[in-house]
């Protein structure tokens, strides 16, 4: 005859909190309960916001995913109120039961992380840290140049070769694309309406990319040429391009014949301004 057996496992961590870390958002869990659960946004704010919360639930160690590169504000954050916290690895987070929400997501970690079965990820101290971003930049300076060189080898007839952003990793560019990740969530900016034009017709990840390499042009003038970024008040669409473009051509060709009104068979003044 089988025996039924229960096994119960033992709190670890009593004072415990999941956070399912996102793009837009992080779902924090310092219980298992749905009120256990809130939501709060991924800007300095947001984040402060949230640390005082888990204070103010007793709340001393928290476990979150090492998802992309959106848990490292986040992770400083925590770190800065003195929480204790295990940065751990996906595929060590994974609940294989029902249907994946950030609501489930945050309350399994938190669980996980209350029985102590999460481990944390190598963390490089601050020296280690340098040194690996120096040495990043080492690379990818080399990469570059031998790409110059390579590039300067061929006949371009004055043609722009590629817009391609090139593949690597350094501070600079994680930077980059947070703060254009950043701007895909604000509304009524030059940039933010940018954002959203790019990721109705290529999706949010080249979005992400063209939104930072648009923030890197705009730094690079501000820099190198002095140039005070002055954003567009208003964009104008493709049809309103093409229209003005052609009442500067009709401007031009009025100017060039020294045309008048009443040559054009206009009784009154024209005001080209209207056409527009």
């Known amino acids: 005859m089988e025996r039924k057996m229960k096994l119960g496992m033992d709190v670890v961590n ?26 709060f946004g991924v800007y300095a704010e947001d984040l402060t916001t949230l640390c005082k919360w888990l204070l103010e639930s007793d709340v001393t160690t928290v476990a979150m995913e090492s998802t992309g590169d959106y848990w490292q504000n986040l992770y400083v954050e925590l770190i800065s109120f003195g929480f204790e916290v295990v940065l751990a690895n996906g595929k060590f987070t994974k609940n294989a039961k029902g249907k994946k929400t950030d609501v489930k997501d945050c309350r399994w970690i938190q669980k996980l992380h209350t029985l102590g079965l999460l481990s944390g990820s190598f963390l490089p101290d601050l020296t280690t840290e340098q040194l690996r971003t120096f040495c990043r930049q080492r690379g990818n300076w080399i990469d570059l140049a031998a790409s110059a060189t390579h590039k300067n080898n061929k006949v371009s007839g004055g043609k722009i070769l590629s817009n ?24 009524d900016t030059h940039l933010s309406d940018f954002f959203r034009r790019v990721a109705y017709r290529k999706g949010r990840h080249s979005a992400v990319s063209a939104t930072a390499r648009k923030l890197a042009v705009i730094i690079w003038n501000m820099v190198t040429k002095k140039i005070q970024y002055q954003p ?11 229209k003005l473009g052609l009442v500067n051509r009709i401007k031009k060709q009025i100017d060039k014949f020294e045309l008048k009104p009443e040559d054009l068979g206009f009784t009154n003044a024209l005001d080209i301004s209207n056409l527009i």
């Open 164 to 187: 391609r952003v090139p593949k690597g990793s350094n501070r600079l560019k994680i930077a980059l694309r947070q703060a254009a990740n950043a701007i895909g969530n604000l509304k």
């Open 232 to 242: 567009p008040r208003q964009y104008l669409f493709l049809d309103q391009k093409r």
């Open 14 to 39: 009593f004072n415990a909190a999941g956070i399912d870390v996102g793009s837009r958002s992080h779902f924090v869990a310092i219980g298992q309960e749905l009120g256990d659960v809130r939501e």
